[in-house]
């Protein structure tokens, strides 16, 4: 099997796209927001619509649970499936989902803003930010019974006589409940919480002396964390740092679905044990 990605930031309309981007590239199946959707059928998977909140959302997108992504994973072992189309909002996300499922890695990256012009962009956001629609690339009938949300309006009628060709298949429109509930924040306090709970089960770290959560400006919305520790003399300095910045990364990640870009780690003094 081969795979496709096509990459672009939340609300830009990389599902309202998605059937185009998949006829133009042989796809005969999609991965989006956490379902296998092959034609108009949704094959397996729950939708990450059906969340109660973004982070949960965002985990589900990604295959997060093992149930999950295993009833995926029989699903397309056995769908004939010969080229997917996988949607998510940055490379790394890719990168999650393709390991989560045990799929070959992309033969071809799709990016929004190669094949939606500003204009189209601009309407997809705010359509996101101030409507709460989230477009799903199957006919209402066929979502319902898998998404317990608000529907809005349909594109056009599913039910028409003059059916469109396969490129513009049917497109329904749902309101998760989490879209009405405004932004979620995440202070950096919570960070610092989370991650001197790490530092305090990391064996060879006696404490933490400083954490600093540095927000990234450019579009990448990542986060650069800084880490002053002391370790007890006789440990492997390496050893200990590099297991610090693994576990940091992994369980915020993981915790508050936020992308970590660096985890720098600076060791202040060396401790004698008792």
Known sequence: MEVVAFVGPSGTGKSHHAIGVAFDNRCDAIIDDGLLIKGTKILAGTSAKNEDNRIQAVKRAIFTSDDHAQVVREALAVSNIHRLLIIATSDNMI????????????????????????AEIKKARYSRLHDGKHIVPVPTVELKPHFT??????PYN????????????????VRPSFSFYGKLLIADSAIEDIISIIAGKIEGVQKVTGIKVRRRSDNSKGIVISIEIIIYYGEKLFAVTK??????????EYMTAMQVKNVNVSIRSLALKK
């Open 243 to 252: 297991q610090l910045q693994s576990k940091v990364k992994e369980k915020i």
């Open 149 to 154: 949300g608000y529907f809005a309006d349909l």
């Open 158 to 173: 599913i039910f028409s006589s003059q059916r469109k060709q396969e490129k513009e298949a049917d497109r329904s429109i």
């Open 95 to 118: 990168n999650k989902i393709v390991g989560r499922l045990q799929l070959p890695k992309p033969v071809k990256t799709v990016y929004i803003n190669e094949i939606a012009s500003k």
